[in-house]
């Protein structure tokens, strides 16, 4: 598989509800995660197997409310085993019901069909913000 059908197949899987554990399947056993942030954010920090990627979603989307979510991917570009997408993101906490909306960016690394790294820059004020008693 080609760099592009390998992120392309992560965004169709998250985006068409897969279970988190399916969808970490299209990262490498060993992978290089980083969403940097807010220690108050439950779901940032590092990551380095594909049982924790399964668990970062399981995370995430306890602390989200799904059927609120906006994404909105702008553009994503590709080089080599590198893609790079640029969007948007709304989400609602669902501890407070509070909205936040941020541009993102996401850096893949792809070998051998599978992500071995990636890294989420997103507003992480914003984030911790939204879940701030």
Do not use: C
């Not at 197997?49 to 909105?72: H, K, M, Q």
């Amino acid at each position: 598989m080609t760099t592009r059908e390998v992120v392309e197949r992560f965004f169709g899987l998250l985006g068409g509800g897969a279970a988190p554990e399916e969808i970490a399947m299209v990262f490498a056993e060993d992978v290089d995660w980083d969403v940097p942030g807010s220690p108050a954010v439950p779901w940032v920090g590092r990551r380095s197997t594909r049982a924790e990627v399964a668990d970062y979603l399981r995370v995430l989307g306890a602390n989200i409310v799904p059927e609120e979510n906006v994404d909105e991917v702008e553009a994503i570009l590709y080089d080599g085993d590198d893609a790079v997408m640029v969007g948007r993101f709304g989400r609602v906490a669902r501890s407070t019901g509070r909205r936040y909306d941020m541009a993102v960016a996401m850096h893949f690394r792809v070998r051998d069909d599978q992500i071995v790294k990636l890294r989420l820059f997103e507003d992480s004020f914003k984030v911790a913000n939204a879940y701030a008693d």
